[in-house]
């Protein structure tokens, strides 16, 4: 059974920086591709950052780049997105993703099979 668990979440002021974590167990994703993506009270899911098999290989949500900064350890079937600069407006659920094929960067989140149950991140003062 595959299963991916984030973990890291938590309140910060704006201005802050938090770093989340991402474990897959089940299967290894080091041949794919793995992402975030988040979720605001009332809003649809939006994509955040996406890294493939290849790790130079990234993408980004036009809202997070130059602050956030995604990572993975292939060895340890993990995925970490580094958030610096934070404001208000990143407050969400924040869901780690993984696709099978790592060529695929996307932040299309039907391309994702698996999901984790997500971290809450709220930046406020």
């Known amino acids: 059974q595959v299963q991916l668990v984030e973990s890291g979440g938590g309140s910060v002021q704006p201005g802050g920086s938090l770093s989340l974590s991402c474990t897959a167990s089940g299967r290894s994703f080091s041949g794919g591709t793995m992402a975030w993506f988040r979720q605001a009270p009332g809003k649809g899911r939006q994509f955040v950052a996406a890294?493939?098999?290849?790790?130079?290989?990234?993408l980004y949500g036009d809202s997070v780049k130059g602050r956030f900064t995604v990572s993975r350890d292939k060895a340890k079937n993990m995925v970490f997105l580094q958030m610096n600069n934070l404001k208000p407006e990143d407050t969400a659920d924040y869901y780690c993703?993984?696709?099978?094929?790592?060529?695929?960067?996307?932040?299309?989140?039907?391309?994702?099979?698996?999901w984790g149950q997500g971290t809450q991140v709220t930046v406020s003062s």
């Open positions: 890294i493939g098999t290849n790790t130079r290989s990234t």
């Open positions: 993703a993984a696709h099978w094929d790592g060529t695929v960067i996307s932040g299309n989140e039907v391309v994702y099979g698996f």
